[in-house]
């Protein structure tokens, strides 16, 4: 079966600090991979997707970057933090095609103070 | 563009009760349409999915989904509501075959009275 992991889980971070964010996943291979954030317990915002290595989509142009160095993990990261970074940022993965359901890493909390 | 609609930010059900959790829709072409559910400090769960055929839709938990072309909807159902079932729940589109993006709702939360 298939598998998702994210870490860390909780981080708090000042502003103006480095972010890296991992996702990998197991039992699959050539996902689709996405990162999301959620801000207040609320609606998801797409922030990058990748369909294959080195191949990112970014869907808000801001301080944060993403890379996929290998077919199943993907790493959310950032040069300087804003106190706007702050967020549940989660990972997800499909099948590879509209048709098929994402599904999502546990999350982490990131708190910029 | 694809877009979608949670007309509600909170719905209240006594336990026993049916619920449902409206979702609306907007896509050129036909939609592939899910819904999640999202616990406290959780990843969002896969519930169900319509792609196509039959517009009654089973999904996890006992959750069902109808979908309505001629209103655009796919309203999420549940015969009888659980304490457990109390959580935040998502409606997300996506459009054509190759479209590799979901579009959220903003999210319904779900509370049932013991």
């Known amino acids: 079966s298939q598998t998702i992991h994210q870490w860390p889980a909780t981080l708090v971070q000042p502003v103006g600090s480095p972010l890296s964010l991992e996702c990998t996943v197991e039992?699959?291979?050539?996902?689709?991979l996405y990162w999301y954030r959620q801000a207040a317990g609320r609606g998801l915002q797409l922030l990058f997707y990748?369909?294959?290595?080195?191949?990112i989509s970014s869907e808000v142009p801001q301080n944060l970057s993403a890379s996929r160095p290998q077919d199943r993990q993907f790493i959310l990261s950032s040069k300087k933090l804003l106190l706007s970074d702050s967020g549940f940022y989660l990972c997800?993965?499909?099948?590879?095609?509209?048709?098929?359901?994402?599904?999502f890493g546990p999350g982490t909390r990131l708190t910029v103070t | 563009a694809q877009s979608v609609a949670q007309p509600e930010d909170q719905v209240n059900v006594a336990e026993g009760n049916p619920l449902t959790v409206k979702c609306t829709y907007s896509?050129?072409?036909?939609?592939?349409l899910f819904w999640y559910v999202q616990y406290p400090n959780r990843g969002l769960q896969f519930l169900l999915k319509?792609?196509?055929?039959?517009?009654l839709v089973k999904g996890s938990y006992g959750f069902e989904a109808e979908f309505n072309k001629s209103q655009t909807s796919f309203h999420l159902k549940k015969p009888s509501a659980l304490v457990s079932d109390s959580a935040l729940y998502f409606c997300?589109?996506?459009?054509?075959?190759?479209?590799?993006?979901?579009?959220f709702g903003t999210g319904t939360r779900l509370t049932i009275i013991p």
């Open positions: 997800a993965w499909n099948a590879g095609t509209a048709a098929y359901e994402q599904y």
């Open positions: 039992g699959t291979s050539n996902p689709n």
């Open positions: 990748s369909v294959g290595i080195g191949q």
């Open positions: 896509v050129s072409g036909n939609p592939y």
């Open positions: 319509y792609i196509t055929g039959d517009n």
């Open positions: 997300a589109v996506s459009a054509y075959f190759g479209n590799e993006k979901l579009t």
